[in-house]
């Protein structure tokens, strides 16, 4: 399960919970272990040097909210790329050679790119897309979250490009 963000907060154990897109991506995680009763292995590292690490939130979080404990964590990574990389190391030590990968349905794209050469049989274990509902005359009006969308594809896209001439 690939982290994203977290919140600080001063009342949680570690200072800080899981945001809104690593919560859906641990939600999607739990069901698939319940699903299947394999293992979870959660990935996310420093976000910043007073904060704990996106994998140990994580870890907690799957713990108290879940019930569903996290086998690993790989808190070093800084990147989806690194997350490929030194969990498949995680994961070669274990003797597991294939994986479901867990994130946003619009960054799997790329974290299938960066697990692609990692040695291990990959299959994208995306969280729900939103359904597309009929579209009303309001949809045609500028709203701030068509900014965070905005971010996100840009992010990608330029994320994407990176890891094709890395």
Not at 30 to 45: D, M, S, Y
Not at 74 to 99: C, M, P, Y
């Amino acid at each position: 399960v690939l982290g994203g963000e977290m919140i600080r907060t001063h009342d949680m154990p570690l200072g800080a919970r899981p945001g809104p897109l690593t919560l859906e991506r641990l939600a999607t995680g739990a069901a698939l272990a319940r699903r299947t009763g394999l293992p979870l292995l959660v990935t996310g590292g420093l976000a910043h040097p007073t904060q704990p690490a996106v994998g140990a939130v994580m870890a907690a979080s799957l713990k108290d909210d879940f019930g569903t404990p996290a086998r690993w964590v790989e808190d070093k990574s800084v990147d989806t790329w690194e997350n490929a990389r030194l969990s498949a190391k995680i994961l070669h030590e274990a003797g597991i050679r294939s994986v479901y990968v867990v994130t946003s349905a619009w960054h799997m794209r790329r974290a299938l790119q960066a697990f692609g050469d990692t040695g291990l049989a990959v299959t994208a274990a995306p969280t729900p897309i939103d359904a597309s509902l009929a579209p009303l005359a309001t949809d045609l009006m500028p709203r701030v979250t068509s900014w965070l969308t905005a971010y996100y594809a840009l992010h990608e896209w330029v994320g994407y490009a990176w890891y094709r001439v890395r």
